[in-house]
């Protein structure tokens, strides 16, 4: 089955920089779509950024884009999420999802996301 594992996050100031990655088992093909989502207390999960494994295309939510940097490394099955210039309001737990079915237009809801990770604390002080 398909397995997803978070790891990289933890504490840090402002204006600081996380490295998340995503290790994925049980992914056959290359037709999907991996992406990042987050959590924060109190509000619900927001898209993060979205990369497709075949050819690697990316696709960023507003709030993140220029700061944040989503690859893959497709010979160990990982998807990275490179965080810079961290925000207080970037606190949240996040989440590697893995979307079977996409289509041309990488997805942005999570509902349409097959498989989820248990997700990751990224703390941000000020």
């Known amino acids: 089955q398909v397995q997803l594992v978070e790891s990289g996050g933890g504490l840090v100031q402002a204006g600081g920089s996380l490295r998340l990655s995503c290790a994925a088992s049980?992914?056959?093909?290359?037709?999907?779509?991996m992406a990042w989502f987050r959590q924060a207390p109190g509000k619900e999960r927001e898209f993060v950024a979205a990369?497709?494994?075949?050819?690697?295309?990316?696709y960023y939510a507003d709030s993140v884009k220029g700061r944040f940097t989503i690859s893959r490394d497709n010979a160990k099955n990982t998807v990275y999420l490179q965080m810079n210039s961290l925000k207080p309001e970037d606190t949240a737990v996040y989440y590697c999802?893995?979307?079977?079915?996409?289509?041309?237009?990488?997805?942005?809801?999570?509902?349409?996301?097959?498989?989820w990770g248990q997700g990751t604390q990224v703390t941000v002080s000020s």
């Open positions: 049980g992914l056959t093909g290359s037709r999907f779509v």
């Open positions: 990369i497709r494994w075949s050819g690697g295309s990316t």
């Open positions: 999802a893995a979307d079977l079915n996409p289509t041309i237009l990488m997805h942005t809801s999570g509902p349409l996301y097959d498989y």
